[in-house]
């Protein structure tokens, strides 16, 4: 069963400390996706990358980085945590051709 | 660019009524478009995809949604209402460099 897996369903953190929310696919899928979802807003593109090493920002890009170092995963990075970076965070991948997407199932990050 | 506006953020219906989620888009070309379902503390699923195919397009648990040019709408249709297909509901389009786009989402409530 093909799969994206975050690392954590639940993190609870503090301001100014720096977060690593991890990401890993088993379908050697070259598109790598980083959303956030809050409510009343849907999803917002936070960052994403179409191969190793290669990254470009999404909607919501400030407060945040990425690293792609190798191909089946894609870490994203709060520099220094805030209050208002408290939602839930949905890592995708997809193909090349963009046939299919598949979500892992969340992190809940609440930043006190 | 491309955009997608989910028209209602709450349907309620009674089981076993017809289900109408509306969603419009705008797109400077082609769109591939999509519905997917998040069912309370579960990750997203896909119900089905519009990719310039038939303009009916059939999905999972009995849902389909219809693709009319014309009025730039992908609305989301289900026969007779069910419990379990209450849920939040985000119509998506897909941008030229693969990027997700989602809407607002529309939370299902389904009466007994």
């Known amino acids: 069963d093909v799969k994206v897996t975050q690392s954590s369903r639940y993190l609870v953190k503090r301001t100014g400390e720096k977060v690593f929310l991890e990401c890993v696919q088993d379908?050697?899928?070259?598109?790598m996706f980083w959303y956030r979802q809050d409510p009343g807003l849907g999803l917002r593109l936070i960052y994403f990358?179409?191969?190793?090493?290669?990254?470009e920002k999404g909607d919501i890009p400030e407060g945040y980085s990425v690293s792609r170092e190798k191909k089946e995963r894609f870490s994203l990075i709060l520099e220094s945590a805030s209050t208002n970076q408290t939602s839930m965070y949905l890592c995708?991948?997809?193909?090349?051709?963009?046939?299919?997407?598949?979500f892992g199932s969340g992190t809940r990050l609440t930043v006190v | 660019a491309q955009s997608v506006t989910q028209l209602d953020s709450h349907v309620s219906v009674s089981e076993g009524t017809p289900v109408l989620l509306r969603c419009n888009y705008s797109?400077?070309?082609?769109?591939?478009l999509f519905w997917y379902v998040q069912h309370p503390n579960k990750g997203l699923q896909l119900l089905l995809k519009?990719?310039?195919?038939?303009?009916l397009v059939k999905g999972i648990n009995g849902f389909e949604a219809e693709f009319k040019k014309s009025e730039t709408s992908f609305h989301l249709t289900k026969p007779s209402a069910h419990m379990s297909d209450a849920a939040e509901y985000f119509c998506?389009?897909?941008?030229?460099?693969?990027?997700?786009?989602f809407g607002q989402g529309t939370e299902l409530s389904v009466k007994p």
């Open positions: 797109s400077s070309y082609s769109p591939s």
């Open positions: 998506v389009v897909s941008s030229q460099g693969g990027k997700l786009i």
């Open positions: 995708a991948s997809s193909s090349r051709d963009r046939r299919g997407y598949t």
């Open positions: 990358s179409y191969d190793v090493k290669m990254k």
């Open positions: 379908m050697d899928h070259e598109n």
């Open positions: 519009y990719t310039s195919a038939a303009t």
